[in-house]
């Protein structure tokens, strides 16, 4: 394997777990449900490309790339689907989104336009 | 060495996503973290595997990445229905399709 593949891979590979890193910072420092969603997305999407592009990267063609990229498309596909039930949910239980108080601010608005 | 730094920032990443998982105020964090944690352990096992030189690894993560979708759409009929035995109405099958 040449220099350059373990290096780029490993690089990508890292990068996609310093992403994962910033979308559980995300998570962790985010105020409500749907924001909270919205950081998990990047490890979902940032995280699990770069880091399996990585992987794949490093290991060449071979059967595991074909497992890897049976990995990333279930990844692709689930996870939009599970964060828009998680939304749906969330919404159908009746958790208003976060708003940081501004929503007075903006009936108050409306009433006085006309 | 560029994988296993990988892969200890994927530990501290879940580290973070159980720290939500505890202190989510409502059960939909905690669905979400339970998620992200799911997701972040398919990658995790999938470098670890790399880094053992074992790529047949990547099995158990596939199985991971399957079992971890079912779990949270389970979880979410169980919180929205308290039930998982309770069958979907016309209504809210046709919700749970578009969602």
Do not use: C
Not at chain 1, 20 to 43: E, K, M, N, Q, W
Not at chain 1, 88 to 98: D, E, I, K, V
Not at chain 2, 76 to 94: D, I, Q, V
């Amino acid at each position: 394997m040449p220099e350059w593949q373990v290096w780029t891979g490993g690089g990508l590979v890292a990068a996609g777990a310093l992403l994962a890193i910033i979308g559980a910072v995300g998570v962790l420092r985010f105020p409500d449900v749907y924001t909270r969603i919205h950081a998990a997305s990047i490890t979902d999407t940032g995280g699990a490309g770069l880091t399996i592009l990585g992987l794949g990267l490093l290991a060449g063609f071979t059967p595991v790339t074909l497992k890897l990229l049976l990995i990333f498309v279930f990844i692709l596909l689930t996870t939009p689907a599970a964060a828009n039930a998680l939304a749906n949910a969330a919404f159908g239980s009746g958790h208003p989104p976060w708003s940081n108080g501004k929503r007075i601010v903006r009936e108050e608005k409306s009433r006085e336009a006309p | 060495m560029l994988l296993m730094g990988a892969a200890a920032g994927l530990l501290v990443a879940m580290a973070l996503m159980i720290i939500r998982a505890i202190a989510g105020p409502s059960h939909y964090d905690r669905i979400l973290a339970a998620n992200s944690f799911g997701t972040k352990t398919v990658l995790f096992i999938a470098v670890v595997g790399f880094v053992f030189g074992r790529p047949d690894f990547l099995d158990i993560s596939i199985a991971y990445a399957l079992i971890n979708f079912v779990t949270t759409i389970a979880l979410m009929k169980f919180f929205r229905y308290r039930s998982l035995a309770s069958a979907l109405t016309e209504h809210t099958s046709t919700e749970s399709r578009d969602a």
